[in-house]
């Protein structure tokens, strides 16, 4: 990922063992920033960070569909066996 110091401008790559929002000092400089991407590095982590998100969602719906359909069930169930039990009248 290449980062960009916010003071002076410089640009370098940051290393595999950083993350971005770590904090790196400007070999420039020597300004400590919180390491963000840079132009298209930082469209490709925006892209998956929304995918994580989207993953995320549609975890969360496929569950809720689960549970939903597993609550409605055993509604649907008592009300047939109500529907077909015969039933006798007090006179």
Do not use: N, Y
Not at 23 to 30: D, L, N, Y
Not at 53 to 64: E, P
Request: glycine content about 8%.
């Amino acid at each position: 990922m290449h980062i960009q110091c916010p003071s002076c401008h410089a640009r370098t790559k940051l290393s595999p063992g950083e993350a971005e929002g770590a904090r790196v000092r400007c070999s420039e400089c020597g300004r400590v920033f919180p390491a963000r991407a840079i132009g298209d590095d930082r469209r490709a982590v925006g892209r998956r960070r929304w995918l994580g998100v989207l993953l995320a969602a549609a975890a969360l719906a496929a569950g809720w569909v689960a549970l939903r359909s597993a609550s409605d069930r055993p509604a649907a169930a008592a009300g047939a066996s109500r529907a077909s039990a015969p039933t006798t009248e007090a006179r």
